[in-house]
């Protein structure tokens, strides 16, 4: 009995300890601060706020601190949570007049559909690209331009419905996209990625040889309007072919200005938004060919600069976007050239088309190109020269195109205005005329330009 009562009060000392130092380390819960909700404002009226600024060039605008007392009420429509990568420290809120864009300092916390109250007071307006964006304090970059940090999302923002409203994406058409609808959520019906984008990926995703690397990609519908579809390199759909099919799209617009040209974009919110498993776009482009010839040496000196290339037997037309091969001097040389330069267009593929040749002998095809001011991605190759053996006119689509292992001049390798030589291309035999294309692929932001000369095929 003693024992147990030695026991009883060794456990009392020891509980009585226990409950001392837990209360001894016991702080204080923080203090709770109440979200007090300015005066209820709009996008429309916030982006206004940064117009000033906007109509100035570039280099000249500066940050605008939101100081009055209001606020914005929206849903999200766009995360960085649920983008599958392709945000980042980012969300899109939309309201009954817009949409805007969030920079965050961390990730999480802020998703889709959400219905959210935004404070704005103490917050800045900036831009990138043209494109408005709400952040927080301004700094300078290591280009001496500025940027905006991130928001803490927890001070300025309350979720007032949790995933509790479905914004619906507005049904529209690809040339409608434009600054009605910037930073909105949108849906394309019978849109498909252009012809020349078959084959790509979404992005460069990164791998032991290449890092990662955002890329434009050009959605097409079926009267040739386009778009450019703007994929981050670190989004899990990054190394993903682009689908070959027709169908919706769905995602947020929003634009890039460099220079004195604007690209309008589409950005992927949610990869399972995308259906692109129809029937493609009918594109259907009567070529008439002229009679087989038995060699070829052209040096375009006939033709006129800045003019379409006009030649007997050739053809030169485009299956996306308005810009042809055209006729260009340097000095009093003349050659033929394609670009995507000051030319507007979301995508362009232009095709250069010489007459047929018999085949039914072993010969071969040489030429010179050169480029100038290469714009292309990393990746992306502004001209091939292909073949085929079983067209005979009509929708160039109908027959089978080789491409020709042929040396081009190439950024990184050559210099630009410099010719470069092909040398001597070994052409397939066969009983049926061999058809030769060269085909330019660009637009308006990829828009390097191409030059070939003294083709010869014999």
Known sequence: MKRFNTIFIILSVLTSSLFVACDFNN??????????????????????????????????????????????????????????????????????????????????????????TINLKGLYLSDYGDFIQLGGVPYFDDSNNYRLTGIDKHDYIKRTYVEGQVQEPAIITIDQADENYMGMLVQFNDVQFADSQLGLTYAIPETDTQDAASANRTLVDCDGNSIIVR??????????????????????????????????????????????????????????????????????????????????????????????????????????????????EASIESWLMLPPVTANSAKTLSFESQFAYWEHLSGNKPMKVVYSTNYTGGDVNSATWTELDATMATDGVDAQNTWVESGAIALPTSNNPIVIAFIYNGSNTESTSMRIDNIVIN
Request: proline share 2%; glycine share 10%; hydrophobic share 30%.
């Open 231 to 344: 994929s981050s390199g670190y989004s899990s759909f990054a190394g993903t072919l682009l689908p070959e099919g027709k169908g919706t799209f769905v995602g947020i617009v929003t634009k890039f200005t460099s220079g004195s040209t604007t690209t309008t974009q589409i950005v992927i919110r949610s990869f399972d938004e995308i259906d692109l498993s129809g029937d493609r776009c009918s594109n259907e482009i009567d070529i008439t060919l002229g009679d087989p010839v038995d060699t070829i040496n052209e040096d375009f000196s006939s033709q006129t600069n800045n003019a379409d290339i006009n030649l007997t037997g050739w053809n030169n037309f485009v299956t996306a976007g308005s810009r042809t091969w055209r006729g260009k001097t340097y000095n009093t040389e003349i050659y033929a050239q394609a670009t995507g330069y000051n030319s507007g």
């Open 27 to 116: 702080e204080d819960a923080p203090p709770y601060e109440e979200f007090v909700e300015g005066e209820l404002s709009t996008i429309s009226y916030v982006k206004s706020l940064y117009a000033e600024e906007l109509a100035k060039y570039w280099t000249e605008r500066v940050p605008v601190e939101i100081t009055e007392d209001i606020c914005i009420k929206g849903i999200i429509i766009g995360d960085d949570k649920t983008s599958n990568g392709n945000l980042y420290k980012e969300a899109y809120v939309q309201d009954e007049t817009g949409g805007l864009r969030i920079t965050f300092l961390s990730t999480g916390g802020i998703y889709k559909n959400d219905s959210v």
